[in-house]
């Protein structure tokens, strides 16, 4: 069975202090990764979708990069607004997410 | 076309009610899911849909659940005999033709008392 599993579950950074956040999974067949944003009492946000290991993507201070085996979100000298709950989810028809990550960003 | 649009957003129901929620996903995306989410947890897979055809459902979906989507269009989730357990945030999502991306709407909020 896929299992999609994402550490740390917390992360408290000060504004500018950059970090990355792991997304490890297994699964058959993989049709794509992706990377999503989620505010409290909100639908998650569409961020990235990654293919093949290698590939990287990159909007605003995050960054997305994928290998066999796990994914990383890094992010770059974040700010306050950075401060959300990431996601990451395998795609083999049918979408697996892991528990995610907070992120909290004090300024 | 704005994205995925759920219904209601918030409903309030008493136990053993029925409710029914409705997904209208973005235009000419061929799959639609449906996803359970708890406070602190990731979304939880219910059911998709390919088109009108239910390919899968989830093993822990019970019989009081069902979803249809008819002519391949929106899809609409109902609750029989609503449980405390079914309060959570009920989530749809719509992939097109290639899995470029996967958009969600902004969720249905179940509160069961």
């Known amino acids: 069975e896929d299992q999609v599993t994402q550490s740390p579950e917390a992360l408290r950074l000060q504004e500018g202090e950059s970090s990355s956040l792991n997304c490890s999974y297994t699964?058959?067949?993989?049709?794509?990764l992706f990377w999503y944003r989620q505010d409290p009492g909100k639908g998650p946000e569409f961020l990235f979708t990654?293919?093949?290991a290698g590939e990287e993507k990159e909007k605003e201070r995050l960054k997305a990069t994928l290998t066999k085996k796990e994914s990383f979100l890094h992010i770059t000298a974040p700010k306050p607004e950075d401060s959300a709950t990431y996601l990451c989810?395998?795609?083999?028809?049918?979408?697996?997410f892991g528990a995610g990550t907070t992120v909290t960003v004090r300024a | 076309d704005t994205g995925v649009s759920q219904d209601p957003r918030h409903k309030i129901t008493k136990r053993g009610q029925n409710v029914t929620f409705r997904c209208d996903p973005i235009?000419?995306?061929?799959?639609l899911y449906w996803y359970r989410q708890t406070l602190g947890q990731g979304p939880e897979f219910l059911t998709y849909?390919?088109?009108?055809?239910?390919?899968?459902k989830s093993r822990l979906l019970s019989d009081r659940f069902s979803a249809e989507r008819p002519k391949g269009s929106f899809s609409t989730l109902e609750i029989q005999r609503t449980e405390q357990g079914d309060s959570a945030m009920y989530l749809c999502?719509?992939?097109?033709?290639?899995?470029?991306?996967?958009?969600f709407g902004q969720g249905t909020r179940l509160t069961v008392v």
């Open positions: 989810a395998v795609n083999d028809y049918k979408l697996s």
């Open positions: 699964v058959s067949g993989l049709r794509g």
């Open positions: 990654l293919y093949s």
């Open positions: 235009s000419e995306h061929n799959r």
């Open positions: 849909f390919q088109n009108e055809a239910q390919l899968e």
């Open positions: 999502a719509s992939i097109p033709v290639g899995d470029t991306e996967a958009f």
